[in-house]
């Protein structure tokens, strides 16, 4: 996530997101379109992703092994910072999911 103002400055701790999202345990599993990714945080509304080569708006399917669980969650790209970080949002959250997640979180 890009920390800069329009006025080019740095603005360190400002959080742009509707919900926050939390550091998630490198040993999470996850995949999108059945290629293994690594999360670098989830929230209650979508994931920042290590990945690249996937354009803005494009539709997936991420799968995630989450508190004993497989998860899985259609998510629309919605940005990409770099060529190795994309953020994406939820499509569909189911409320066993929601669940699924919001203990995830508690845990975190």
Same mark, same amino acid.
């Not at 990945?51 to 940005?79: F, K, M, Q, T």
């Given at each position: 996530?890009?920390?800069?103002s329009?006025s @080019?400055?740095?603005? =360190?701790? %400002?959080?742009?997101?509707?919900? !926050? +999202?939390y550091?998630v345990d490198t040993?999470?599993?996850?995949?999108?379109?059945?290629?293994?990714?690594v999360l670098?945080?989830? @929230?209650?509304?979508? =994931?920042? %992703?290590?990945a690249?080569?996937? !354009? +803005?708006?494009?539709?997936?399917?991420?799968?995630?092994h989450?508190?004993?669980?497989?998860?899985?969650?259609?998510?629309?790209?919605?940005?990409t910072?770099d060529t190795?970080?994309?953020?994406?949002?939820?499509?569909?959250?189911?409320p066993s999911?929601?669940?699924?997640?919001?203990q995830?979180l508690?845990e975190c």
């Amino acid at each position: 996530m890009s920390n800069r103002s329009t006025s @080019g400055a740095t603005t =360190v701790g %400002i959080e742009r997101r509707a919900t !926050p +999202r939390y550091p998630v345990d490198t040993r999470l599993f996850a995949c999108i379109d059945g290629h293994t990714v690594v999360l670098k945080n989830i @929230g209650r509304d979508g =994931v920042a %992703i290590h990945a690249c080569g996937l !354009p +803005r708006r494009d539709h997936h399917l991420l799968e995630l092994h989450l508190n004993r669980s497989h998860i899985s969650l259609p998510i629309e790209v919605i940005e990409t910072e770099d060529t190795q970080l994309l953020h994406a949002r939820f499509l569909v959250l189911e409320p066993s999911v929601r669940v699924a997640i919001d203990q995830y979180l508690a845990e975190c």
